[in-house]
C-alpha cells in the first residue's frame, strides 16, 4: 500500500487514477480537500478496492500518524500544495501554512514512523516529494535549461514555499537519512486540470464566449508536461529513483503562453466551432501582466532519462488534443467547478487589469 496526499487536485487524482490502473497495489489517499482538491476527480473509483480516501489535513500530524500507523504504507509520496502564483499573490499566508509548515509536520510524522519500522520494511520505505520547475527563477532567452544543480531563485510566494519545502526534504535526509526523493516538473497539462490556470481557463472562456485573457504579451515561455507523462515519471522515480536525489521532469516543450492559447483557439475551431463562424483567437484580450512574472522556464531532463531511462510519450500536438478533447466531453465536471468561489476569484484576478 501506497500513501498520497492531495490525491484529490489534478496532478494527485490523475496519479491515483494512474496507479491503480497499472497496479493491484492499494492507495491511502489523504487530501484537505480544498478549492481545488475535488472528489469528482476519482469518481471512477467509488467503488473500487483499493481505494481508501480520507479527507484531512498533511499538517494534522495525529491524523498522518494514525494513517501511516494503520496502514503502513511502503511509501509516502507528496503532492499536497497550493500551487497558483496567483492566488499566492493575493494571498500568500495559506501557502506558507501547506507548503512549508505542511510539509514540515508530513516529514516529522513520516521520519517517526520510519523511525520504528524494521528490516527489509525500513530499508523499502520511501518519501517522494513532488515540486515544481518555478523554484529555480527565471531564465533569459539564451540561458540553458534547468538542470537539478542549478540555483534555487524563487520569484513569487508561490515558488518560494516550494523551495523551502524542497530545503526541508533534503535536510531530513541529510540530518535524519530519511529516504526521500524530489522531483521538479514543468507545467502540466491535461484532465481534471481546474480552470485557474492557462490552458482549462482558455478553453472554459473560449467555449462560454468570454475573453481570453492573456498577460503581456504572452510571450512567457513554458516547458509544458502532459500529466500523465508525469504519472509515468513518477512510477520510475518510486521504482528507481536514488536516495537523497533530485530529478527533473519535463516534456522537451517550450512554448510562449500566447502560443499555447492559438493552438487551443485553433483546435477548439476544429472541434467544437463557434456558432457565429469566427475564429476563437478573435476572444483573445491582452491584459496587465501579473507582478514578477518569470519570462521563461525550460527543464533539461536528461538525468532521468539517462539515469532512469523515462522520456514522455505524449507530443504536445497529441497532449493537447486529448487535452481539449476531455474538456469538451466533461461539461458536467466543468461546471460543477465553477462555483460561485471560483467566480468570485477570476473577479477578483482579472476585472481590474486593464485591456
Sequence with gaps: MILVTGGAGFIGANFVLDWLSHSEEAVVNLDKLTYAGNQENLASLEDHPGHVFVQGDIADTALVTDLLARYRPRAVLNFAAESHVDRSIHGPETFIQTNIVGTFRL?????????????????????????TDEVYGSLSPTDPAFKETGRYEPNSPYS??????DHLVRAYHHTYGLPVVTTNCSNNYGPFHFPEKLIPLMVVNALAGKPLPVYGDGQQVRDWLYVKDHCSALRRVLEAGRLGETYNVG???????????????????????????KPYATQITHVTDRPGHDRRY???ASKIEQELGWRPAETFETGIRKTIQWYLDNPAWVANVQSGAYQHWVHKNYSARAA
Design 298 to 300: 525550460a527543464i533539461d
Design 160 to 165: 518560494a514555499s516550494k523551495a523551502a519545502s
Design 251 to 277: 516534456g522537451w516543450n517550450e512554448k510562449p503562453n500566447l502560443e499555447i492559447v492559438h493552438t487551443v483557439c485553433g483546435l477548439l475551431d476544429e472541434l467544437r466551432p463557434r456558432s457565429d463562424g
Design 107 to 131: 516529514l516529522e510524522a513520516v521520519r517517526a514512523h520510519w523511525g520504528g519500522l524494521q528490516g527489509g520494511d525500513k530499508a523499502a520505505f520511501r518519501l517522494l516529494h513532488v515540486s
